[in-house]
């Protein structure tokens, strides 16, 4: 079981950008898909990128893409989740989550997460 602690969120304004970081432990964590998710207040939690194993592959949900960039660095044990133009709509609490079973990077819910990290909460407001 691969244990996740994110760092990174924090207050910004309307079209700013903030840096998630998603540090793992444990030595199989290249065997794990790495997804982040987020859950803004009174929502469900929605997936919102995932990287592959190798991280040759990456995913964003629409309401993201060209937005949101994620990345990993098996030797450092940490998936990124680099955000831009950022909008109200992002305020969430966002969490890393990771699957060792998932095939398809695209597909990610909540059901194939086996390791959650803690949250990091994100607030987007002038």
């Known amino acids: 079981q691969v244990q996740l602690v994110e760092s990174g969120g924090g207050l910004v304004q309307p079209g700013g950008s903030l840096r998630l970081s998603c540090a793992a432990s444990?030595?199989?964590?290249?065997?794990?898909?790495i997804g982040w998710f987020r859950q803004a207040p009174g929502k469900e939690r929605e997936f919102v990128a995932s990287i592959s194993r190798s991280g040759g592959s990456t995913f964003e949900v629409d309401s993201v893409k060209g937005r949101f960039t994620i990345s990993r660095d098996n030797a450092k044990n940490t998936v990124i989740l680099q955000m831009h133009t950022l909008g109200p709509e992002d305020s969430a609490v966002y969490y890393c989550?990771?699957?060792?079973?998932?095939?398809?990077?695209?597909?990610?819910?909540?059901?194939?997460?086996?390791?959650w990290g803690e949250g990091t909460l994100v607030t987007v407001s002038s």
């Open positions: 444990g030595t199989t964590f290249r065997n794990y898909v």
């Open positions: 989550a990771a699957s060792w079973r998932l095939r398809n990077i695209a597909a990610m819910s909540v059901a194939d997460v086996s390791s």
